[in-house]
Nanobody, 122 residues
Framework: QVQLVESGGGLVQPGGSLRLSCAASGSISTVIAMGWYRQAPGKQRELVAA???????NYADSVKGRFTISRDNAKNTVHMQMNNLKPEDTAVYYCNADLVRAGSLIREYDYWGQGTQVTVSS
């Protein structure tokens, strides 16, 4: 059973910082890609930042220069440091992984964490 567990969300004032973490656990052979999405009320879920299958990073234009993702491959963990948070960053943030389970040769795309709320407000 593969699980993604997120942590680090909360309430912060504009200009503040949060650090989100996501750990993938279970019978995993290979994590191919891993990153963060977010969904605000009334909006579609969007990519925030992710490590791609090629090991590069992708960032949404709205967070470039403010958010930074990092990873620990040995622990199948990704982190996202979020600085200079803005009210428009308020959303539920979801960890996502594209992976191959142990004993499988099939790439699977739809592993998601339960989401962690980030609220930026005065």
């Amino acid at each position: 059973q593969v699980q993604l567990v997120e942590s680090g969300g909360g309430l912060v004032q504009p200009g503040g910082s949060l650090r989100l973490s996501c750990a993938a656990s279970g019978s995993i052979s290979t994590v191919i890609a891993m990153g963060w999405y977010r969904q605000a009320p009334g909006k579609q879920r969007e990519l925030v930042a992710a490590f791609t299958s090629g090991g590069n990073t992708n960032y949404a234009d709205s967070v470039k220069g403010r958010f930074t993702i990092s990873r620990d491959n040995a622990k199948n963990t990704v982190h996202m440091q979020m600085n200079n948070l803005k009210p428009e960053d308020t959303a539920v943030y979801y960890c996502n992984a594209d992976l191959v389970r142990a004993g499988s040769l099939i790439r699977e795309y739809d592993y998601w964490g339960q989401g962690t709320q980030v609220t930026v407000s005065s």
